[in-house]
């Protein structure tokens, strides 16, 4: 079992950058597929990117070329770098641990999940 606590969310201006940390204890990350979603008031939870457990990395429409996972397995850590940040890219951000290899996208393919962290886009 692993635990998540997410990091690194805030208030930031359209255009401007953030980067979420998601923090790892108990287990390795390495022995995880480690995906981001994110949730909007009134709106479904929506995938945002992950990261594979055998490598690679894949993201939602939306955020790509924008949006960049990385992995640091020394510190146990996954990251979401955030640029060019748009007003719709405000929700609650959430990592969460995967035993499935590839990259998944359906948050029912993900067993942990950490509590979130707010990101808020201003015009």
């Known amino acids: 079992q692993v635990q998540l606590v997410e990091s690194g969310g805030g208030l930031v201006q359209a255009g401007g950058s953030l980067r979420l940390a998601c923090a790892a204890s108990?287990?390795?990350?390495?022995?995880?597929?480690m995906g981001w979603f994110r949730q909007a008031p009134g709106k479904e939870r929506e995938f945002v990117a992950v990261?594979?457990?055998?490598?690679?990395?894949t993201y939602e429409d939306s955020v790509r070329g924008r949006f960049a996972i990385s992995r640091d397995n020394a510190r146990n850590t996954v990251y979401l770098q955030m640029n060019s940040l748009k007003v719709d890219d405000t929700a609650v951000y959430s990592c969460?641990?995967?035993?499935?290899?590839?990259?998944?996208?359906?948050?029912?393919?993900?067993?942990?999940w950490g509590q979130g962290t707010q990101v808020t886009v201003s015009s």
């Open positions: 969460a641990a995967s035993y499935e290899m590839g990259w998944p996208s359906q948050d029912d393919k993900y067993a942990f």
């Open positions: 108990g287990r390795t990350l390495g022995s995880y597929s």
């Open positions: 990261s594979g457990r055998g490598g690679g990395a």
